[in-house]
Each structure stands twice: as C-alpha cells, then as structure tokens.
C-alpha cells in the first residue's frame, strides 16, 4: 500500500503539464521569462559563483561539446573544497553583430541542471571572419549577472574562445573598463584560448593580466579528459531514479518553476550522454551539490529534517496526490520516500567512488593529464579560490 502511494505521487509530481519556457532570451536578454527557483539563502557557508564566458561560433564546434560533457565534473572539482562551498553557475554564449545572437545570458543560479539544459542546447554556428563580440560577453558577464555580495565569495569569470574580440565597434564598452569594473567587483577574469591563432593570444594575454586571472591555452577541442567506465551506466540509471524522489510543494507559482527545474533534469535524462549524468549524480551526491539536486520546496529534505511541520502545510501546497491523503498515509508517503533516497544516494555514493578510483588509473596509465582542461581549470581554481580561505588538498580534479 504505501509503495503505492508513493508511486501515484511521484506520477503527479513529475507529469505536470507545465510547458518548460526558453531558458535564455537573446541578445544580452537575463534568463528566464519565468525566474528560476530562489537559491536557498545561507550565510554560514563558502560560496563559488562562477561564469563560463564560452564562444559559440563555427570554430568552436569541439569545445562546446566538451563543455556539456564536463560542466559536472567542474562543479564536482570546485565542490571538492574541504568547506564544501555552495557552487552557482552562469553562462554567457556569444557570437558577433550579424550572427543569429550576440550574446546570450544564463544568470548565476545553483540550479544547476536549468543552466546545463540551455547548454545543450548551444551549437557551434556563425563567426567565420575574424574577431568576435568579446567586449560584450564580458561586459554582459560582469553587469548581467546576480553576483553574490556575501563577503569572501569567489567570484569568477573563464572566458573560453579562439577570436578576439572586435575592438572596431564604436558603441560598446571595450574590455579594458569592463575588467575595471570587475576588479572593482572583486571579479577574478581567467581567459583560456582554444588553438593557437596567433593575434587571439596577446589580447586574452592581456585580459587575464588586467582581470588578476590566468592565461592558458588548450586544443582547439579542449583536450579534456573523456573516459568512459564501467559505473556509468549504473550511476545514471540510479540517478534518475533518485530524482523521481522529489517532492515538491508551495503556490501555484512555485509549483511552476519547481516543474522547470523537473523538465530541465528529464531533459539531460533523454538526451545527455551516460558519462555527463553520471558525473552529474557524481556532484549531485556531495554536500554542495544538494542545492541542484533539491531546489527550493522539496517535501521529503524539508519534513525529515525538521526545517517543516507536514501538518502545518495548507493541503492545497502538497502535491496534488497527497491533498486527500489522511495525515497517516502522508507521513507514510514521506518516510518510505526519505529511506527509498537515502539507499539510492548510498549506492550512488558508493560506486562514484569506484568510478573516481577507475579514473584515476587510467590517467596515471596514460601519463597525467596536466595539459587538460580539467587539470588547467582545476589548478586555477585551487591558486586563486586558496586567497580567499577555500581549501583544495586534492593532486588532481574529478573527472
């Protein structure tokens, strides 16, 4: 019986017939059209907020898919500090004047899935000529985005291109105020050039300099680390399950952009590759990867920890199978739903290990992996996040 009822309410939860908006509006547009789900508020953590600055054009057809096969594994590298900091990411794409886009925005949230959602959705297409509009993407990066202003944050910017930037436009604000203004902000701007186009390197030479970040350069396809194990499939599988635990409740209005977040995570089920969810459930299993996995107004984590009374909770915010639900039969629904999580995050907790473990030999085998850009990002992290009291005592990133 109480298997299922929790069956009938996870049907409901994630068979909502909210239609997922556009995560982006284009051209320097804020996403979405509908806000994501608020980031919990904490004050007694380490926070990382850090934007991925990424060039979308024709060029970059190889980079931009290792982004979306290892954004997760960079949020497991900068969630591996020993104060396991909250971790939210943003994204601006950009092309140039002419393409379909100039830029787009992605806000800093730690939601994470919304944001990987749009990322898979990103192609290489346009540019072709020459320089691009870098000095807009980084204008956009520093002033578009909601910047946390708790003290101590590190705060980050990676631009990831080939081109430089169009210094020709007379009507936007060229990078040198920009990482003025940044440095004001106390915005780190590292710049990683893919290939080797020689009037590319002085320009994002001197962006780094100014933005107090870091120059390197990598492949044009980005030379990281993409091994497939034998966990994966195993890990993916047990993380979809994992999601179907969710519970949401609250308004109307929240329970439409808890549903976002729900189809943004179906998305990356159906169409992400098994190595890009398995590293997601690889993060989702840490301590600062709670946020994403949770989001806002999550039934089972806010009852079973004690934040929520159930029987304070206007039956019209339960999830709807739960509205008629006797007190009895939803206390059930929510404890046999806590222990059916908590042997999945066990599992999953257990073979990322191994998974970890796997990887680790094989890139030891084929003689490390320093000219990565995992290892790359992964050193930049430690140097720059280390000023501002983040410890990373690992020899090398998850991958």
């Not at 409901?12 to 017939?17: G, I, K, L, W």
């Not at 007694?44 to 850090?50: A, E, F, L, Q």
């Not at 982004?67 to 950009?94: C, D, F, N």
Request: hydrophobic content about 40%.
């Amino acid at each position: 019986m109480k298997s299922k009822l929790i069956a009938l309410a996870l049907f409901a939860c994630t068979t909502a017939t909210v239609v997922l908006l556009p995560a982006y509006q284009s051209a320097g547009g804020i996403t979405p059209a509908d806000p994501p789900v608020a980031d919990p508020v904490s004050t007694n953590r380490s926070r990382i907020d850090v934007v991925f600055v990424l060039d979308t054009t024709g060029s970059m057809g190889g980079l931009i898919h290792a982004a979306k096969e290892k954004i997760w594994s960079i949020a497991t590298t900068l969630a591996s500090a020993q104060s396991a900091p909250e971790i939210r990411m943003g994204l601006v794409a950009y092309r140039d004047r002419g393409d379909a886009y100039v830029t787009r925005v992605v806000d800093l949230s730690s939601d994470l899935d919304s944001m990987y959602a749009t990322l898979m959705d990103f192609q290489a297409n346009g540019g072709g000529d020459g320089p691009e509009s870098v000095n807009q993407a980084l204008d956009d990066a520093v002033h578009k985005m909601s910047w946390s202003q708790q003290a101590g944050t590190y705060k980050v910017v990676f631009l990831v291109g080939d081109a430089p930037p169009h210094m020709d436009y007379q009507d936007d604000v060229k990078y040198p105020a920009t990482l003025q203004a940044a440095k004001a902000k106390g915005i780190v701007v590292n710049a990683i050039q893919c290939g080797q186009t020689g009037d590319t390197t002085p320009a994002w030479q001197q962006i780094a300099r100014l933005g107090d970040g870091r120059y390197f350069r990598v492949e044009q396809a980005g030379n990281a680390v993409a091994i497939a194990t034998p966990f994966d499939e195993k890990i993916a599988s047990l993380s979809e399950q994992l999601d179907a635990t969710r519970l949401y409740y609250g308004t109307a209005k929240e329970k439409k952009q808890q549903q976002h977040k729900v189809e943004a995570a179906e998305k990356l089920h159906a169409a992400a590759s098994v190595e890009s969810r398995a590293r997601r459930a690889t993060f989702n299993a840490s301590a600062s990867g709670a946020a994403n996995f949770l989001g806002k107004g999550e039934l089972v984590d806010e009852v079973t920890s004690g934040r929520v009374d159930l029987s304070s909770i206007d039956k019209d915010m339960l999830p709807a199978p739960m509205q008629a639900m006797a007190p009895e039969a939803q206390a059930a629904v929510i404890k046999e739903t806590a222990e059916h999580r908590n042997e999945l995050k066990r599992q999953i907790t257990e073979l990322a290990q191994q998974r970890a473990a796997y990887l680790a030999k094989k890139v030891e085998k084929a003689g490390g992996a320093e000219d990565s850009l995992d290892d790359q990002i992964y050193r930049t992290v430690r140097e720059q996040a280390g000023k501002l009291g983040l410890s990373y005592q690992a020899d090398a990133p998850a991958y």
